[in-house]
């Protein structure tokens, strides 16, 4: 080390030393490197919009008949998930109903659905069907385990005929 005479100190700072990451190099790597990054996300995201554009929405039934095989598939016919199940298909049968038709069921219970329903949809037979299924979640709280899942099959296809029943004729 070589001593300073005018201070009278060891100058210690004769090698002067840039770490990698303040260079400008590096800051110009980095910076491509971002513009990189968001060049790719705003390509990812105009192909994700023009994919969601090109998609073929299927029509409201196709979706609630879609939405109810799904409780086939993963296997919520049975007792043991029977609120699930009943849950899962009220809330469908209304929204489709809300969505297809216009009636304001989403926020009903189920009685006042049907009440609702009796007063302002026509079809007496598609009425008594939704009338059964909407009441079929009472009665198999107090029903035995065999009676029920004999409810809970017969109800999932009362639930698929319902919609079946109304979806328009090609003309």
């Known amino acids: 080390m070589v001593l300073n005479e005018k201070t009278g100190l060891y100058e210690n700072y004769e090698v002067w030393h840039v770490p990698?990451?303040?260079?400008?190099?590096?800051?110009?790597?980095?910076?491509?490197i971002g513009c990189l990054?968001?060049?790719?996300?705003?390509?990812?995201?105009v192909?994700?919009?023009?994919?969601?554009?090109?998609?073929?929405?299927?029509?409201?039934?196709?979706?609630?008949?879609l939405n109810l095989s799904y409780l086939k598939t993963e296997h919520k016919i049975d007792v043991l998930y029977a609120k699930e199940f009943y849950l899962t298909v009220s809330a469908l049968l209304?929204?489709?109903?809300?969505?297809?038709?216009?009636?304001?069921?989403?926020?009903?219970?189920?009685?006042?659905?049907?009440?609702y329903l009796q007063e302002h949809y026509s079809d007496s037979d598609n009425l008594e069907e939704i009338?059964?299924?909407l009441q079929g979640s009472v009665i198999i709280k107090f029903a035995n385990a065999q009676a029920a899942q004999?409810?809970?099959?017969?109800?999932?296809?009362r639930a698929i005929a319902i919609i079946k029943r109304t979806i328009p004729e090609k003309r």
């Open 47 to 65: 192909r994700k919009y023009v994919w969601y554009c090109k998609r073929k929405k299927l029509p409201l039934w196709d979706q609630a008949l």
């Open 20 to 32: 990698f990451w303040q260079t400008q190099k590096f800051q110009l790597a980095l910076e491509i």
């Open 131 to 133: 009338k059964k299924l």
């Open 37 to 45: 990054i968001v060049l790719l996300l705003i390509v990812f995201l």
């Open 94 to 115: 209304k929204k489709y109903f809300h969505d297809r038709f216009g009636y304001d069921l989403i926020s009903k219970t189920d009685e006042e659905a049907v009440l």
């Open 150 to 157: 004999e409810q809970i099959e017969h109800d999932y296809v």
